[in-house]
Nanobody
Framework: QVQLVESGGGLVQAGGSLRLSCAAS????????MGWHRQAPGKQRELVAA???????NYADSVKGRFTISRDSAKNTVYLQMNSLKPEDTAVYFC????????????????WGQGTQVTVSS
């Protein structure tokens, strides 16, 4: 069974930094795009950053210049380095990954982690 497990959330003061990690485990053949999303109370889940298998990245405008997404394919892990954090970054952060669990799977399956809380105090 494929699982994504996030870690690295916590409480930090405004201006501080956190690094989130998300590791994929289980039987699968390949991982395609990976991403980070967040959901604040009373708001819809939004894309924060995404990275392709080839390393191309894209970011939400609100985090450009402050957050960096990266991946370690050997470890099946995606990271989110968050700098200059603001109170409005407070949310539950979820990772997702598009994964081929079968060799000739045409459309990858979208897996999600359980979420990790990030709280930024002012």
């Amino acid at each position: 069974q494929v699982q994504l497990v996030e870690s690295g959330g916590g409480l930090v003061q405004a201006g501080g930094s956190l690094r989130l990690s998300c590791a994929a485990s289980g039987p699968f053949f390949s991982i395609h795009d990976m991403g980070w999303h967040r959901q604040a109370p009373g708001k819809q889940r939004e894309l924060v950053a995404a990275i392709t298998r080839g390393g191309n990245t894209n970011y939400a405008d609100s985090v450009k210049g402050r957050f960096t997404i990266s991946r370690d394919s050997a470890k099946n892990t995606v990271y989110l380095q968050m700098n200059s954090l603001k109170p409005e970054d407070t949310a539950v952060y979820f990772c997702n990954a598009l994964i081929n669990v079968r060799l000739q799977q045409v459309t990858p399956t979208d897996y999600w982690g359980q979420g990790t809380q990030v709280t930024v105090s002012s």
